[in-house]
């Protein structure tokens, strides 16, 4: 009966193991502090990201639009909203991304950070909501979300 009960401890030593192990990997490569919002301007998809474990660390954002990559860029232009929101302490965490071409109809952007994750590896994480906007036969941009600006951002 002893041997029973070893093998039942050492099964769940080793299950607790491999979840936190599991764990940390996913925290390490996906870290929770990333924080963002976008909106659909009349021309441009605009917004910010902010690491609210390291603030004064500029964002390498990427923007993609219907699931194609249309640009990257650093998110380091000013936004004083999300200082006066809380957001961050700084307010160089902004970007602006110009979208040319798009056909009449309705679209929609995605923003995510680059990360360096765990190695060489990097990866994309989403930050903020998927932005749902049209464009009309004038090519200017109608955002047709429904959500109001966190805690006091534009």
Do not use: C
């Not at 929770?32 to 990201?49: D, L, M, R, Y």
């Not at 809380?86 to 040319?100: E, M, Q």
């Not at 994480?125 to 805690?151: C, M, Y």
Request: glycine share 10%; net charge neutral.
């Amino acid at each position: 009966m002893k041997i029973v009960h070893a093998l039942i401890v050492k099964s769940l030593a080793e299950s607790l193991l491999v979840s936190a192990l599991a764990v940390g990997f996913y925290l390490k490569t996906f870290p929770p502090t990333f924080q963002g919002w976008g909106e659909a301007t009349s021309n441009q998809i605009a917004g910010w990201a902010v690491d609210q474990a390291d603030q004064s660390r500029p964002l390498t954002v990427q923007l993609f639009v219907d699931g194609n990559l249309i640009s990257g860029a650093v998110a380091n232009l000013a936004r004083p909203d999300i200082v006066l929101s809380g957001w961050a302490r700084d307010a160089s965490h902004g970007y602006a991304f110009a979208v040319p071409g798009l056909s009449a109809g309705v679209h929609e952007a995605r923003v995510f950070v680059l990360h360096q994750g765990v190695g060489n590896r990097k990866t994309l994480q989403l930050v903020g909501d998927p932005i749902p906007f049209s464009v009309d036969e004038q090519g200017t941009f109608h955002d047709l979300t429904n959500r109001p600006a966190p805690r006091g951002a534009r």
